[in-house]
């Protein structure tokens, strides 16, 4: 063998480790990005109403059994909720029309959901017990002072629907057994 054919088959050696060494760098990288996003993503139930996402796990992990609005976390049944100003004719009037529609939703109502309006004065204090901002008063201020928020507990997930006395309704019927 003379030294051009020992050269050319080492450049096509070297050639085929690098193409290796290539493929093996891209499907690293393609099965790390698979599974951070798998990992990262939590799942939904498949009976929740659309919209619904996941309460964030600092925020479970943040609120104790002492923090304001724990019990909401913690209850038994669903729970609708929505924070709003005691002082504003109009919220007292959408709380009123709100409580009549859920009145006819009867026993779905009744038997699978806690009702939990929470006036707000002029200004509120927030209060976790372990001194963070990650708390569920603060989460569900931010999130539910202009929505209707329907909590489920049990699977830590969480609906904002538009503030519509008929749109919660409809939503507290067909998701009773979410």
Not at 11 to 40: R, W
Not at 69 to 92: G, M, Q, R
């Amino acid at each position: 063998m003379d030294n051009n054919t020992k050269e050319k088959e080492n450049e096509k050696t070297l050639n085929t480790i690098l193409i290796i060494v290539i493929v093996f760098i891209l499907l690293a990288g393609i099965t790390n990005t698979f599974v951070k996003k798998n990992t990262t993503e939590e799942k939904i139930s498949e009976n929740a109403p659309k919209g619904t996402q996941k309460i964030p796990e600092k925020v479970i992990e943040a609120t104790t059994g002492l923090d304001n609005l724990s019990n909401i976390l913690y209850a038994e049944k669903k729970v609708i909720y929505f924070a709003y100003p005691d002082f504003c004719p109009y919220s007292k009037d959408f709380k009123n029309k709100l409580e009549a529609s859920l009145k006819q939703a009867g026993d779905v109502f009744t038997q699978n959901y806690y009702y939990h309006p929470d006036p707000q004065g002029r200004s509120t204090v927030v209060y976790c017990k372990q001194q963070t901002r990650d708390c569920i008063q603060n989460y569900l201020l931010q999130n539910c002072s202009e929505k209707v928020c329907i909590i489920n507990p049990q699977k830590h997930e969480i609906v904002k629907l538009s503030r519509s006395p008929q749109l919660i309704y409809d939503t507290v019927k067909q998701y009773k057994d979410w």
